[in-house]
């Protein structure tokens, strides 16, 4: 049986939106539980210098969510995202609060 293990990523110079109508629910959200945009789990992440638009999730973290995890985020853009239970451009369950470095919530 082998067991989860803690990884490591970078995410630079990306751009994440709802691509089309045809995965979103019917209340305007993408599929996503959590983590519309993009989701970490058990891992160290560093989010730089992208742009999280229109992205939804039927629970937390419409633009990004990560649990159990450590992330960076540093100069990166949070329009126009929304949850329904919570965090709309961000939402970190089980992990310190992220570190957030520039950027915007619009």
């Known amino acids: 049986i082998s067991q989860?293990?803690?990884a490591a990523a970078i995410v630079s110079n990306c751009v994440a939106t709802v691509p089309s109508a045809s995965c979103r629910r019917r209340s305007g959200k993408?599929?996503?539980?959590?983590?519309g945009g993009l989701a970490a789990?058990?891992?160290?992440?560093?989010v730089e210098t992208c742009v999280f638009e229109n992205c939804g999730a039927t629970l937390s973290g419409g633009g990004f969510a990560c649990r159990n995890s450590g992330a960076k985020i540093r100069n990166s853009r949070f329009l126009t995202c929304s949850a329904e239970k919570g965090g709309g451009g961000l939402a970190c369950i089980g992990a310190p609060p992220p570190v957030v470095e520039g950027g915007s919530f619009e």
């Open 30 to 35: 993408s599929a996503a539980g959590v983590g």
């Open 4 to 6: 989860p293990c803690a």
């Open 41 to 46: 789990v058990a891992s160290r992440i560093s």
